[in-house]
């Protein structure tokens, strides 16, 4: 062997020496540690409600000029209604509905009520659904006539239909979600009302019943 292949040799294990040397001043000397606590609460998790919810506290009548001679109209628009059912599990044999019940119109001077029979309402879903529910029938005032002789519907809003689940309870388990409806009304007064303001309250009730 010769002197230069002998020099090669050792630059080359010099070189290897400087690159582990390199390496080694990366390593930091640890001088002190502290901890950090990492907290949670987990909630029990809701089972989930039944719910009713309106869009609006209030809406104004206004009228319809010339809608006839016999009587005098009012129209104006329910706001939203929404049922909500967020239950993992619905009860066997049960089904909901939501009904509207009109108090008297009360005059804030003093005038004479009108009844709740002379309001009336075209319930109409707002959100698309499969068949799961269904809107009411339509209501007609006192003033209209029945179109239904043997059980008349011009009572106006005396407890009446706005949506209801036409599904069993088996089924409404799968169709849990949230359904929305409103309603066109209508309040027909004698041509002789007295003048000025009045007000109702329509009060909207969810019920659960069983089959």
Avoid: C
């Amino acid at each position: 062997m010769n002197r230069s292949h002998i020099a090669r040799t050792a630059a080359g294990v010099v070189g290897g020496l400087v690159l582990v040397g390199v390496g080694g001043a990366a390593i930091a000397e640890e001088v002190g540690a502290d901890g950090v606590d990492v907290n949670v609460t987990i909630e029990e998790q809701a089972a989930g409600a039944l719910s009713l919810s309106v869009a609006a506290e209030s809406e104004t009548l206004t009228e319809v000029e010339g809608a006839s001679a016999d009587y005098r109209e009012f129209t104006g628009a329910l706001p939203d209604v929404t049922v909500a059912d967020t239950r993992a599990e619905v009860p066997d044999g049960v089904f909901w509905y939501v009904t509207g019940q009109a108090s008297d119109f009360v005059g804030a001077d003093g005038q004479a009520p009108i009844t709740p029979d002379h309001l009336g309402w075209t319930p109409a879903l707002v959100t698309e659904g499969n068949g799961e529910v269904s809107p009411g029938d339509e209501v007609s005032t006192s003033l209209d006539e029945s179109t239904n002789p043997s059980t008349p519907n011009n009572v106006g809003l005396s407890g009446e239909e706005l949506l209801q689940m036409a599904l069993d309870s088996s089924e409404a388990t799968a169709a849990n979600g949230e359904w929305t409806a409103n309603a066109d009304l209508t309040l027909k007064t004698p041509n002789d009302v007295e003048a000025g303001s009045y007000t109702s309250t329509v009060t909207l009730s969810l019920f659960e019943d069983t089959y």
